[in-house]
């Protein structure tokens, strides 16, 4: 053999030996065959009619959530009620988890999957509990491999606490954000249409006025001073707006957070069916108190937005708050200017 051949031969010899090394040190090689599908946590799926308690720990995070009248509502924010549609996909998506492949089971390679201890930030502990308080399942849900699986399932990886075997599992989970992010972030949403007068009133008393008399006018300024005139008819409409798919950023219990009713600032929108809606700010930031009021056509309307909204303050975007504290300033204009 000549020299050459025999250099090319042991240089192969040395690439190849590299990369079985790599391949041995992936956290999430294969350490065994594939088992046939199992279930993660076979016990959830019969039991989902009977949870009653969920709670998620990351780091310093914390959500409990609860199951109160058939709603599920979080706990960390006096019980205001969760995002139900993602409550209830991560129960499923506990149920219906299945183990494809068992991983890596020493525990300092862990991280690389993001399974290690739920206390570092990384990995998510979730708990299921039934009516009884019966713990019903926990799973630590890690790093997603969505292409790892092929054939469009998506992958993650998984462990029980207690044990450091990971595993690849077919699934997906949607754990991101903190506790505000699992909140039901509507608040009210009543359209401009529906709008005829709007009353702004600052918090040292001075008021403004926008109205009209049918949905297909224009607003506009109630006792308007002589010198001044409206700046456009989609400055004037604006605040008309102010409660169309209203947000909330935060909540906290009214009785946390009392807001008065003398001395702030307030807004008090008059639909035209009748319905009476108030809005009233905190003397410091975007936090505001709502209240509705009603008859005839929109008092059971009104009875069902007070049963809703009464009993929490909200933090809510600056953009709606800005819009909600509109002064006279901001819809005149010196006249011929």
Do not use: H
């Amino acid at each position: 053999m000549r020299l050459g051949q025999l250099r090319l031969l042991i240089a192969a010899a040395v690439v190849a030996g590299l990369a079985a090394g790599f391949v041995a040190l992936r956290p999430d090689r294969d350490v065994s065959a594939p088992v046939a599908a199992q279930r993660a946590l076979p016990g959830v799926a019969g039991k989902l009619g009977d949870l009653a308690w969920l709670r998620l720990t990351r780091g310093q995070m914390t959500a409990n959530f609860s199951l109160i009248n058939k709603q599920w509502a979080v706990v960390e924010k006096g019980n205001y009620p969760a995002d139900q549609a993602r409550v209830g996909r991560l129960l499923v998506q506990l149920a219906e988890c299945e183990l494809v492949e068992p991983k890596t089971s020493r525990a300092e390679l862990l991280a690389r999957l993001e399974l290690d201890d739920p206390a570092n930030g990384k990995s998510t502990l979730v708990s299921v509990q039934d009516r009884a308080g019966g713990q019903v399942a926990q799973l630590i849900v890690g790093g997603k491999r969505p292409s790892e699986l092929g054939g469009g399932d998506a992958g993650v990886y998984v462990r029980k606490p207690g044990s450091d075997q990971a595993w690849l599992a077919r699934g997906s989970f949607d754990l991101a954000g903190g506790v505000l992010s699992w909140l039901d972030r509507g608040v009210v949403d009543i359209k401009p249409q529906r709008i005829a007068a709007v009353v702004l009133t600052a918090a040292d008393g001075t008021a403004v006025t926008v109205g009209r008399g049918s949905a297909d006018l224009p607003f506009a300024i109630e006792a308007a001073p002589s010198d001044v005139q409206p700046r456009d008819d989609v400055a004037l409409a604006a605040p008309a707006g102010a409660l169309a798919a209203l947000t909330l950023d935060d909540v906290r219990p009214a009785s946390e957070m009392p807001i008065p009713y003398d001395g702030v600032a307030t807004a008090a929108f008059t639909t035209f069916d009748g319905l009476i809606v108030g809005v009233r700010f905190a003397a410091n930031g975007d936090w505001v108190a709502l209240d509705a009021a009603g008859a005839g056509d929109s008092e059971a309307e009104a009875k069902a937005l007070s049963a809703r909204l009464t009993r929490w303050s909200f933090a809510i975007p600056p953009q709606r708050a800005k819009l909600l504290r509109t002064t006279l300033a901001d819809l005149v204009q010196q006249r011929g200017s």
